[in-house]
């Protein structure tokens, strides 16, 4: 059933609820950054492997050195040097004590490292003006990770320090969510290509390379569907490139005028579209349906309703395909530094740029919210988010604001 005029948040359960993972494909784990895990992933072994010195210095029984001061400095004997990757063949007793380096192997009898800097050497004989406490600047096996613990949650997005932390444990192939396959298609008689010559009255396509973008920054695989004009043939011809998709975003040809054919042409085609026009600004003409199992957004023809559009929608769809458990951006607090006034009707997301000044959180908002300027989005960090019923916020006050991502 076709829903209208519903608010941001019953579209975005909708959507969520006809939302469903991609399948997993094994991958070389230098080869994940940014790909989100299917599963999560477990230490094979401990971290540290075995009880190692953190520091350069002399490993002793920490007992024997618990009368030791700089008036009665404690004499041990030097027996061995061990450096990491070094196998231990002494063992530490009351007279004698080891020259060890950062990350070696402590010896048996050993509970304790003291520091280089705090013995003198005199011959093959180390003295101890102080005592050491058990244990000190010594990393014990499994300190940092026990094996068989969880150190990556399902649906996280792999970071480089996680695929140094993959190498450490020898884990060289990962589980991952396959990349759901968009396919991104401009619709519009007024439009034209960038390789095309320019030509007056023409529109130039942007909102494809803005969208191609922000999906390959999202950690999904954009494919160009190109242009398409607003023509019942053309639209059901374009109808043919589907297969391939996970999700199909349209731009365009989604409002109330005479050429706008999007939902018309694709729902007598089979797509059941779930709702259209969302209680927002920008973006009021939104339709979304499946197909299948594909999702299908007709997104307005705006640039910046297209994008915001599909911050709002797409991306929360793209992040639950990948796993991601919690597919709200990052929202805070921040003061405005202009009076904002608008109609109860709608949620209006504005284009602002926050920042801090003397510990606090401010918020300007950009002086041109037209939905064709590109350039409130560029010029911009945020949106600043005022919900349906809020009418005003004065300088001073404080606004929600949702960061944009990465
Ligand atoms: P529409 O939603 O089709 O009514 O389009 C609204 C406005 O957005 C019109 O001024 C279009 O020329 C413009 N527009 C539509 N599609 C694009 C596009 N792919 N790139 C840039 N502008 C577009
Ligand atoms: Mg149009």
């Known amino acids: 059933m076709l829903k209208e005029q519903i608010s941001v948040k019953e579209a975005k359960s909708i959507i969520l609820s006809q939302t469903y993972e991609t399948e997993e494909e094994e991958i070389i784990f230098s080869q994940s950054l940014g790909r989100y895990t299917s599963r999560e992933i477990k230490s094979p072994f401990n971290i540290p492997n075995f009880d190692n010195s953190a520091m350069d210095g002399f490993a002793v029984k920490s007992s024997i050195l618990s009368s030791a001061s700089p008036e009665n400095p404690v004499k041990l004997k030097i027996v061995d040097e061990i450096w990491a990757g070094k196998i231990p063949k002494v063992s530490i007793s009351s007279e004698n004590c080891v020259k060890i380096y950062t990350g070696a192997i402590v010896p048996e009898g050993a509970d304790a490292i003291v520091r280089k800097e705090d013995v003198s050497v005199d011959g093959d004989m180390a003295l101890f003006k102080s005592p050491v406490e058990k244990g000190y600047d010594i990393r014990k096996e499994g300190e940092e990770i026990k094996k068989g613990e969880i150190v990556i949650n399902k649906g996280y997005k792999i970071t480089s320090s996680a695929i140094g932390l993959l190498a450490s444990l020898m884990i060289k192939k990962i589980r991952v969510f396959r990349k759901p396959k968009v396919l991104i298609i401009a619709t519009g ?174 918020v300007d908002v950009f002086p041109n919210q037209s939905s064709s300027a590109i350039s409130s989005m560029i010029n911009s960090n945020c949106y600043v988010i005022l919900e349906e019923g809020n009418t005003r916020i004065k300088r001073g006050e404080k606004a929600l604001i949702e960061l944009f991502e990465s």
């Open 189 to 362: 008689s007024e439009l034209i290509d960038i390789e095309e010559s320019f030509s007056y009255g023409k529109i130039v396509n942007s909102n494809s390379y803005a969208l191609i973008s922000m999906t390959s920054e999202y950690g999904a695989e954009p494919v160009n569907g190109g242009i398409v004009k607003d023509s019942r043939q053309s639209l059901k011809e374009c109808f043919k490139k589907i297969d391939m998709a996970d999700v199909v975003i349209t731009t365009g040809g989604v409002s109330v005028g005479d050429y706008d054919l999007v939902k018309d042409v694709f729902g007598e085609l089979g797509v059941n579209w779930h709702f259209w026009k969302v209680r927002m600004r920008p973006g009021h003409p939104v339709a979304f349906g499946t197909y299948q199992k594909k999702l299908f957004f007709a997104l307005p023809g705006n640039p910046v309703s297209a994008m915001v559009t599909y911050d709002q929608f797409v991306l929360p769809a793209i992040k639950k395909m990948l796993g991601v458990e919690n597919y709200q951006r990052k929202t805070l607090y921040a003061i405005v530094t202009d009076d904002i006034k608008k109609k109860a009707d709608r949620t209006h997301f504005l284009r602002g740029k926050f920042y801090t000044k003397d510990g606090q959180l401010y």
